[in-house]
């Protein structure tokens, strides 16, 4: 098939590469979307056999400077897996081993799902508690590529620390297991990065290359973890976006079962009264603390009633647990109490598992109605993971609320609100002349606001293309010189997700957005199958499915 928009390309696959390649715009045009907003049609798609196939296109791309771009089940929101090159699909990794349940890990492919990890745990009374909300398709490969985290990680904390090992293509298409309970392999790339720490070490302060007082951070390259008291190698590798080495097989730590779990949603008189609650919620022990506010209820509203008053301005959803179902009562009891103390218009607890699911699910009432929107309004989630330190959680949230009304774009809000963490997805009218001047004001203006307030641009979904060029207004001039000599000493050749974290001086957040009414139109077969796989929130199916 030709199309004008998109010239086929003429790349071969390696010669000794044994899993799938395919140059047919039938088969690249199903993996120029993912979830965020971005299209790129790649030059190709591999789906290797297995870690010596990655090895042999590593290989190859070094040698003919292609560009390779590791790709899960699509679903990140970054742009991070989307892009030019050649797509080298690692979903169909998914290999389980057995949970070793008295060492409380489990060893899989880059392929398997969050959920099928913590299914797998269950059944021996463990559980993988790293839980973005995307967990019935989101791949472990992902998460660990994005240090990817989720509403109970007020307790549990994000991916890198529950990673032990990572088995990891290098950039000469070695690849070695790189474990925190085994010696390191000395193969040229970790040499270099090693050596990279070091130098960094030396020169650069560690206070330079965080944010401090943020509890969630996925930007950057994780070199303070790395260097601190107890790091590895491991935490530098996670949150590297496939930038320094391709995952092919991960091993995570596993935790026992919750003894007791209750809920809590109460509601609020204003943003103010639910942000102060939400920021000592971890003081009571709660393990999530989601914030959804009055733009997020409005629009849960329009799909079915939501039995939240109509003047309350905002609601948090807090979980908690304890070592049997009397103590995590208790603990809801108590937060309770602290809610009415903070003027809680109303509160309700759950105790029993089918309760507390519909108390839940006012959280996830609103993405199929954003979804349906088109064509008119279309989600676009392009300042969806700020994270700032606990006491700016109001100001951050109320900016962006200013922000989006000085740009006249509507929007929902809702996160992590225990962790300063929230999600915005603004609703962009693309019919209106002038509406991409106004995205771009948006993020501009949103961007000084979070770095006004000490925060980070990314919590938990990574930099990728979306944010790695945005570096400059939330990154020191220091921290990026050290974030692009571990990018260097990984990948001297570039072809290891190029552009992705660390941009080239001329890149531009997005070049083209799948939902611009004026992008040249995919292949209609392809457009149906993204279209399938979006209004389904099926973003683990396999992308080469039912073609030919």
């Known amino acids: 098939m030709t199309h004008p928009d998109f010239p086929a390309p003429t790349l071969e696959a390696p010669s000794d590469f044994r899993g799938i390649f395919r140059a047919d715009l039938t088969a690249r045009a199903r993996y120029a979307e993912g979830a965020g907003i971005a299209r790129c049609v790649p030059q190709a798609v591999a789906v290797p056999a297995d870690v010596d196939d990655v090895a042999c296109l590593v290989r190859w791309a070094k040698r003919c400077g292609v560009a390779l771009i590791p790709r899960g089940s699509g679903s990140g929101m970054a742009a991070g897996a989307v892009g030019p090159g050649v797509m080298v699909d690692v979903s169909r990794f998914r290999h389980m081993g057995p949970v070793e349940v008295a060492g409380r890990r489990i ?16 059944a021996h009374g463990l559980r993988f508690p790293v839980d973005p909300s995307s967990g019935a398709f989101c791949t472990i490969g992902g998460m660990v590529a994005t240090n990817a985290a989720g509403a109970r990680s007020l307790a549990f904390g994000a991916t890198r620390p529950w990673v032990l090992g990572v088995q990891a293509v290098f950039d000469d298409g070695t690849a070695v297991w790189i474990h925190r309970e085994q010696p390191l392999p000395e193969t040229p790339a970790i040499v270099r990065l090693l050596r990279a720490l070091e130098e960094i070490r030396r020169g650069v302060a560690p206070s330079h290359l965080v944010h401090p007082g943020v509890r969630k951070e996925s930007s950057g390259y994780g070199i303070a973890a790395a260097l601190a008291p107890g790091g590895h190698l491991v935490d530098l590798l996670v949150a590297s976006e496939g930038t320094l080495a391709v995952f092919t097989e991960i091993e995570v730590a596993l935790c026992p079962v919750a003894g007791g779990v209750a809920t809590v949603l109460a509601t609020f008189p204003s943003l103010e009264h639910a942000t102060a609650c939400a920021i000592e919620a971890r003081a009571d022990g709660a393990v999530a603390c989601e914030l959804l506010d009055r733009t997020f209820l409005d629009v849960a509203e329009s799909g079915a009633p939501t039995g939240i008053p109509s003047h309350a301005e905002a609601v948090l959803l807090v979980e908690l647990e304890g070592e049997n179902h009397a103590h995590a009562a208790s603990a809801a009891v108590h937060f309770a109490d602290r809610c009415r103390g903070h003027g809680a218009l109303d509160v309700n607890t759950a105790t029993d598992p089918a309760d507390a699911h519909r108390l839940w699910a006012l959280r996830h009432a609103a993405s199929p109605i954003l979804a349906q929107l088109a064509p008119r309004l279309r989600s676009m989630q392009f300042i969806e993971d700020g994270c700032v330190p606990p006491a700016q959680f109001p100001a951050y949230v109320r900016g962006v609320r200013r922000a989006l009304d000085a740009a006249g774009i509507r929007g929902v809000i809702f996160g992590h609100a225990g962790d300063a963490h929230a999600h915005v997805n603004p609703l962009v009218d693309t019919t209106q002349p002038g509406w991409r001047d106004r995205v771009y004001g948006l993020l501009s203006d949103v961007c000084a606001l979070t770095a006004s307030l000490g925060g980070t ?15 400059p207004s939330v990154w020191s001039l220091e921290a990026r010189a050290a974030f692009a000599q571990i990018k260097a000493a990984a990948d001297p050749a570039l072809v290891l997700n190029p552009g992705c974290k660390v941009a080239a001086d001329d890149a531009r957040p997005f070049t083209m957005l799948r939902h611009d009414p004026e992008a040249p139109a995919l292949p209609d077969d392809a457009r149906a199958a993204l279209d399938a796989i979006e209004r389904e929130r099926a973003w683990d199916r396999w992308r080469l499915d039912g073609i030919t």
């Open 107 to 122: 060893r899989v492919g880059a392929g398997v799902t969050q959920r099928a990890i913590d299914q797998a745990a269950r």
């Open 457 to 471: 641009l990314a919590g938990e979904h990574g930099d990728g293309r979306l944010r790695a060029p945005l570096w």
